[in-house]
Nanobody, 124 residues
Framework: QVQLVESGGELVQAGGSLRLSCAPS????????MGWFRQAPGKEREFVAA????????DTADSVKGRFTISRDGAKNTVYLQMNSLKPEDTAVYYC?????????????????WGQGTQVTVSS
């Protein structure tokens, strides 16, 4: 079993930056590819970014490309989502997810473990 705990979400003005963190526990972090998803009120959960086991391969949704960066620190057992140039449409609950295997994925149901989510609110 893997427990995922996100942190870093808060209220920020448009154009600002935030860094979300996700710290898995319970199983070996390094065997999981990690992803970030988000869900805004009244909308479906959508893919944001993913990173493979080694950290050498990442994937980012077109809507955030050039503004958001996913990374992982094996020594700290933590995955990050650096969010710059935030826009009001980035407002959502952001979820960290983990999947067995080395390959990152954009498909939510391929992730077996999910965090409780952290709220990001961007004011205009």
């Amino acid at each position: 079993q893997v427990q995922l705990v996100e942190s870093g979400g808060e209220l920020v003005q448009a154009g600002g930056s935030l860094r979300l963190s996700c710290a898995p526990s319970g199983r070996t972090f390094r065997i999981y590819a990690m992803g970030w998803f988000r869900q805004a009120p009244g909308k479906e959960r959508e893919f944001v970014a993913a990173i493979n086991v080694s950290g050498r391969s990442t994937d980012t949704a077109d809507s955030v490309k050039g503004r958001f960066t996913i990374s992982r620190d094996g020594a700290k057992n933590t995955v990050y989502l650096q969010m710059n140039s935030l826009k009001p449409e980035d407002t959502a609950v952001y979820y960290c997810a983990a999947r067995l295997g080395g390959v990152n994925s954009r498909i939510a149901h391929e992730y077996a473990y999910w965090g409780q989510g952290t709220q990001v609110t961007v004011s205009s």
